[in-house]
C-alpha cells in the first residue's frame, strides 16, 4: 500500500513543484497529441460527415474499415509511420523519424478513425428532418448542411475528445518512432515506461496520476465549451 | 545482448536437457535486471556491469556469482564520421565527439553499456549535456536504431551491433581500447524462487557445454564468434 500512497505525494509534488523536466513532457505530450488530433481531425471529420450523411456503393465497407480503425494497434502504425520514414524508407530524405513531427503524424493517423467514427455516428443521430425542414425554410444546401451539423455538435465534440483520448494515452507508437529521447520526443507515456524499466514504480504511477489529470483538464475544458454551446444555442438551432 | 539473439541460441539446449525447468528471459538492462532481483522477481541474472555486481552481492542479493564469457564494446557512428575519431583511443573520441557537438546516443537506462558510456566519459573528463546527447532510456537495439537515423554516434556491445549491422548506416570507428572490454557473469539470487533450478542453469552456462554454445555462437552468420567464453569451471 505505501508505494500507493507514495506515489501520490510524488504525483503532487511532480505537479506542484514545478519541476522543469516534468513540466517539459508534460507541455510535448499536450503539443504532440493536440496536433495529432488537429490533424486526424482534418482527415476524419470529412470522412465521417460524409459517411454519415451520403449514400454510395460500398459505404457499408467504408464504415467496416473506419471501425476496424478503432482497432489499430499503436505499434502497427508506428511501424508503418517508422518504415515511411527511416532512412532506408520512402521518405527517409526528410530526416523525421525520431522527432516530435513523426510523432504527431503516427498520433493523426490513429485519431482519424476515432474521429470519422465518432463523427458519423453524430451525424447520423441528427433526424434528417432537420435539413428537410432547413431546406423548406428556403436554406441554401450548404447552409442546411452546417444547421444539420450545428445539431449533431455534441457528437462532434465527443469525437475531439475521443480520439485526443486515444492518442494522450497510447505509448507504442510514439516510442517507436519518438525514440524517448530526453527533452526532445519524451512524453508522458514513454516516460511511464521508462521509469518502470527503471524500477522507480512511484515516479511512473504519479507520472500516470499526473496525465490522468492532464486529460481530465482538457475534458473539463472541452465540456465546458460543448455545454456553453447547448445553453447558448439550445433555443435557436437556426440562428 | 537480448538483442545480439544469444540466449536464443543457447537456451534451448539447456531446456531440452532439463525439461523439468521453465525459463522465462526477461530482457532489460543489467542495473534494472539487478533491480528486479533484488525485489525477488527473478531465480538468475546475467548482467554485465561488474561494480553494480559487486554492490549486488555485498548486499547479500546474489547467492554466487560466476563471470561467463566477455566480448568488447565499439564506438560506432556515421561512415562520414564529422568528429574524425576513426582510430583514436576511446577518451580522445569521446572528447572530439563533445568538442564537436556531434548527435551521441546514450542509452541512459541504467544498463551495463550505459554504465561503461558513463564511466569512459569520466575517464575522458567530460560532463556530457546539451542537445547534441540524446538520452533515451532505452536498450541498445534503439539506442543504434536511433544514432543510425539521426547521423550519431553511439557505444554498442559488438555483438548487438553486428546483429543489427545490417539495418544500420553505421560504422565502426573506435575498438580494441582497454576501456571498451566487457564482462558477462551469471548470478543467482538470494530472493529467487528456484534455487535449485538457477544453480542448475549457472552451472551449465559456465560448464563445458555452455560455454562451447556461446563460444559458437554468430560464428555462422558474422564469420567470427561474438562473445569469448571464459573458462568453463566444472
Known sequence: MDVFIESLREAGRLLLSGDAYVWQILLLSLQVSGAGVLLGLIFGLPVGIAVGLLRFPGRGLAIALIHTGFALPPVVVGLFVYMVFSRAGPAGHLELLFTPTSMVIAQALLAAPYVAGISMAAVQAVPPDVRLQARGLGASRARALLTHLAEARLGLFAAVVAGF?????????????????????????????????????ATALAFGLVLLTLAFVVNALLTRAQQARVRAGVHRPFA | MEDSGLLDAVLPEFSSQHPGYVIKVIAVGSGEALALAERGDADIVISHSPAAEERFMAAGHGRARTPIMANDFVLVGPAEDPARVQGASITAALAAVAAARAPFVSRA??????ARERALWRDAGIDPSGEWYMQIGQGMGEALR?????????????????????????NVLVEGDEGLRNVYSVITTSRGRNHAGADSLATWLAGSAGQQRIGAFGADDFERSLFEPLAPRD
Open chain 2, 146 to 170: 536511433i544514432a543510425s537515423e539521426r547521423a550519431g554516434y553511439t557505444i554498442s556491445d559488438r555483438a548487438t551491433y553486428l546483429a543489427l549491422s545490417h539495418a544500420l548506416y553505421l
Open chain 1, 165 to 201: 483520448g486515444a492518442v494522450i494515452s497510447e505509448v507504442g507508437a510514439v516510442m517507436m518512432v519518438g525514440g524517448n529521447i530526453a527533452g526532445e520526443t519524451r512524453v508522458m507515456t514513454t516516460a511511464i515506461v521508462l521509469e518502470t524499466r527503471r524500477g522507480n514504480f
Open chain 2, 109 to 114: 537506462d541504467d544498463s551495463g553499456t550505459h
